[in-house]
């Protein structure tokens, strides 16, 4: 009993800190080697846990994995990086970012051997709580490669081609503003045969030409169709960045899958390796008649439900990887590793959100759409108006008989034409084009919000998948400790198997919920800087090229 109350006031020192650090308070200090930041109160697992004023270390213990003991007695690990983001002006790895953030760097995780290391980087937030934490997958990235397969996938060759179809428009729309010629010839046999069945010699007539027409004026329709086609151009190159960044986010969420679905089949091995040895010692007590016949049954039971569940996992993984061969076709999947993406974010949720209503490439289709739409509506109006062009013709005749007969004639002048009556058609024309134009600008308005109301729910959601990430590792942490003490006890026959059993099981379900936790950050991540209109440009696949001026 001695024992089990010091074990018990072991545990309550170890959950004082730990639930003082969840509460949080406003103005605390941690401490990081030689560092000192204003720490949030969900960075208590890579720094030393202040509670209100004072520092508290969690402590080391004997036996455990050296990662884990430093992330709880707050120090950090040597010479732990994370890659960063390939973004222009972003500082290497432990260097200030932009703004009043401290960069932690340190690593967490179990032994090597077993299971590795989580990489990762808080940016502790200011007070206003508006910066990201961000934990990483491992920190090795093979962006170039996965850039590489994501800019030959059919989808993204099918909208480069659009692209260029819509550069074709351009060059029509421009065409109009040039003269046009055209050739003009014709030759035939004309014979002429009396009533006394005599025919006259033939005549061989003829005739050729060049005929030159320039619009000068047709109701600015010539213009507006330029602007509509450079438009249309503009909402196509922004149809591809989507299409880009849509096609990087379903094979970066199915790469993220699948370096979470072998993660969490690692842990599930070695659940069952651990269960394995518990049935050995359970079987070594039961022949000293310390163990019964149920603990072994019990042990068994949690054994086939093990296996069951590798043979899902296993499952789940094949599926998963199969589906990402849609995308990688030509990689190695099991040597493909992500970069967690959280330096190239935004500084703030505000701050996404501007710049998200500047380069979000969905938001820029729309806009274009509607200004296409607005110079359709202009280009149907002017068509109303009368149309002026200078006709220039040369045309020679001639008819090859005896005497060659052979006439030229010179035109020019300038030829008018206006619509009196069509029936109502060009009227019905321009009405239906203007409210084309008002339902596409509404539709940019819809859009506008949707691209506000997305990056606001996805900033939400990383905050609050951060925190409970960082939860999740404590969770682990406590679980380890627990299964400490209770196997402690259980040698003393003061726990039993059952009790051995589920701490076991606790220490999984903690780690698969960190896998969980890792694979949502990484996807949110993506899916965040898809909206902001970045994604694109980290994987080096922005189109080089300038939209069309307009």
């Given at each position: 009993?001695?024992?089990?109350?010091?074990?018990?006031?072991?545990?309550?020192?170890?959950?004082?800190?730990?639930?003082?650090?969840?509460?949080?308070?406003?103005?605390?200090?941690?401490?990081?080697?030689?560092?000192?930041?204003?720490?949030?109160?969900?960075?208590?697992?890579?720094?030393?846990?202040?509670?209100?004023?004072?520092?508290?270390?969690?402590?080391?213990?004997?036996?455990?994995?050296?990662?884990?003991?430093?992330?709880?007695?707050?120090?950090?690990?040597?010479?732990?990086?994370?890659?960063?983001?390939?973004?222009?002006?972003?500082?290497?790895?432990?260097?200030?970012?932009?703004?009043?953030?401290?960069?932690?760097?340190?690593?967490?995780?179990?032994?090597?051997?077993?299971?590795?290391?989580?990489?990762?980087?808080?940016?502790?937030?200011?007070?206003?709580?508006?910066?990201?934490?961000?934990?990483?997958?491992?920190?090795?990235?093979?962006?170039?490669?996965?850039?590489?397969?994501?800019?030959?996938?059919?989808?993204?060759?099918?909208?480069?081609?659009?692209?260029?179809?819509?550069?074709?428009?351009?060059?029509?729309?421009?065409?109009?503003?040039?003269?046009?010629?055209?050739?003009?010839?014709?030759?035939?046999?004309?014979?002429?045969?009396?009533?006394?069945?005599?025919?006259?010699?033939?005549?061989?007539?003829?005739?050729?030409?060049?005929k030159a027409e320039l619009t000068v004026f047709d109701g600015f329709q010539r213009r507006h169709k330029l602007m509509?086609?450079?438009?249309?151009?503009?909402?196509?190159?922004?149809?591809?960045?989507?299409?880009?960044?849509?096609?990087?986010?379903?094979?970066?969420?199915?790469?993220?899958?699948?370096?979470?679905?072998?993660?969490?089949?690692?842990?599930?091995?070695?659940?069952?390796?651990?269960?394995?040895?518990?049935?050995?010692?359970?079987?070594?007590?039961?022949?000293?008649?310390?163990?019964?016949?149920?603990?072994?049954?019990?042990?068994?039971?949690?054994?086939?439900?093990?296996?069951?569940?590798?043979?899902?996992?296993?499952?789940?993984?094949?599926?998963?990887?199969?589906?990402?061969?849609?995308?990688?076709?030509?990689?190695?999947?099991?040597?493909?590793?992500?970069?967690?993406?959280?330096?190239?974010?935004?500084?703030?949720?505000?701050?996404?959100?501007?710049?998200?209503?500047?380069?979000?490439?969905?938001?820029?289709?729309?806009?274009?759409?509607?200004?296409?739409?607005?110079?359709?509506?202009?280009?149907?109006?002017?068509?109303?108006?009368?149309?002026?062009?200078?006709?220039?013709?040369?045309?020679?005749?001639?008819?090859?008989?005896?005497?060659?007969?052979?006439?030229?004639?010179?035109?020019?002048?300038?030829?008018?034409?206006?619509?009196?009556?069509?029936?109502?058609?060009?009227?019905?024309?321009?009405?239906?084009?203007?409210?084309?134009?008002?339902?596409?600008?509404?539709?940019?308005?819809?859009?506008?919000?949707?691209?506000?109301?997305?990056?606001?729910?996805?900033?939400?959601?990383?905050?609050?998948?951060?925190?409970?990430?960082?939860?999740?590792?404590?969770?682990?942490?406590?679980?380890?400790?627990?299964?400490?003490?209770?196997?402690?006890?259980?040698?003393?026959?003061?726990?039993?198997?059952?009790?051995?059993?589920?701490?076991?099981?606790?220490?999984?379900?903690?780690?698969?919920?960190?896998?969980?936790?890792?694979?949502?950050?990484?996807?949110?991540?993506?899916?965040?800087?898809?909206?902001?209109?970045?994604?694109?440009?980290?994987?080096?696949?922005?189109?080089?090229?300038?939209?069309?001026?307009?």
């Amino acid at each position: 009993m001695a024992y089990l109350d010091r074990l018990s006031a072991l545990r309550l020192l170890a959950a004082v800190p730990l639930a003082l650090a969840v509460a949080g308070c406003v103005h605390q200090t941690a401490e990081v080697g030689s560092t000192r930041c204003e720490a949030s109160p969900r960075t208590y697992l890579l720094v030393k846990v202040p509670a209100c004023g004072a520092t508290t270390e969690l402590g080391s213990f004997e036996g455990e994995d050296t990662d884990l003991a430093a992330a709880d007695s707050g120090e950090a690990v040597a010479e732990t990086k994370v890659a960063d983001a390939t973004l222009p002006n972003a500082g290497p790895a432990g260097d200030k970012p932009a703004g009043d953030k401290t960069l932690v760097t340190g690593s967490i995780g179990g032994k090597a051997a077993r299971e590795p290391a989580v990489t990762g980087s808080i940016a502790v937030p200011p007070r206003d709580g508006a910066a990201l934490a961000g934990l990483s997958m491992p920190a090795n990235s093979d962006m170039r490669a996965i850039s590489e397969e994501v800019a030959d996938h059919p989808d993204v060759l099918a909208a480069r081609e659009r692209e260029a179809a819509s550069g074709d428009e351009i060059r029509k729309a421009r065409a109009a503003y040039l003269p046009s010629l055209s050739l003009d010839s014709a030759v035939g046999i004309d014979r002429i045969v009396q009533g006394n069945g005599k025919g006259d010699p033939d005549l061989n007539p003829y005739s050729y030409g060049v005929k030159a027409e320039l619009t000068v004026f047709d109701g600015f329709q010539r213009r507006h169709k330029l602007m509509r086609a450079k438009a249309d151009r503009d909402a196509t190159v922004a149809a591809t960045r989507d299409t880009v960044q849509q096609t990087l986010v379903d094979a970066v969420t199915l790469l993220a899958q699948s370096v979470r679905d072998k993660a969490i089949l690692d842990h599930r091995r070695a659940y069952m390796k651990r269960l394995d040895a518990v049935m050995r010692e359970t079987r070594a007590r039961k022949r000293e008649g310390d163990a019964s016949d149920t603990d072994v049954q019990q042990v068994r039971t949690r054994i086939e439900a093990a296996n069951s569940s590798i043979r899902l996992a296993e499952g789940s993984l094949a599926e998963t990887d199969a589906q990402l061969r849609r995308y990688l076709t030509s990689l190695k999947l099991s040597a493909l590793q992500l970069k967690d993406l959280a330096r190239a974010l935004p500084p703030s949720r505000e701050a996404a959100a501007r710049e998200a209503l500047d380069n979000n490439p969905m938001l820029e289709r729309a806009n274009m759409r509607a200004e296409a739409a607005e110079e359709e509506r202009l280009a149907a109006r002017g068509a109303m108006m009368p149309r002026v062009a200078v006709v220039g013709e040369v045309k020679s005749e001639g008819e090859q008989y005896e005497n060659d007969k052979h006439n030229t004639d010179l035109q020019v002048g300038l030829q008018l034409s206006m619509p009196i009556f069509t029936g109502g058609s060009r009227i019905a024309d321009m009405s239906q084009k203007k409210h084309e134009a008002h339902a596409a600008r509404h539709e940019a308005d819809s859009a506008r919000r949707l691209v506000v109301a997305g990056v606001d729910g996805a900033w939400g959601r990383l905050e609050e998948n951060d925190k409970a990430l960082i939860s999740s590792q404590a969770r682990i942490a406590a679980a380890r400790r627990a299964l400490k003490g209770v196997e402690a006890s259980h040698d003393i026959d003061e726990s039993s198997t059952l009790d051995v059993l589920n701490a076991h099981q606790e220490v999984m379900t903690a780690e698969i919920e960190r896998e969980e936790f890792l694979y949502t950050g990484v996807v949110t991540r993506h899916l965040l800087l898809a909206q902001v209109g970045r994604l694109d440009d980290v994987y080096g696949l922005r189109d080089q090229g300038k939209m069309a001026s307009r």
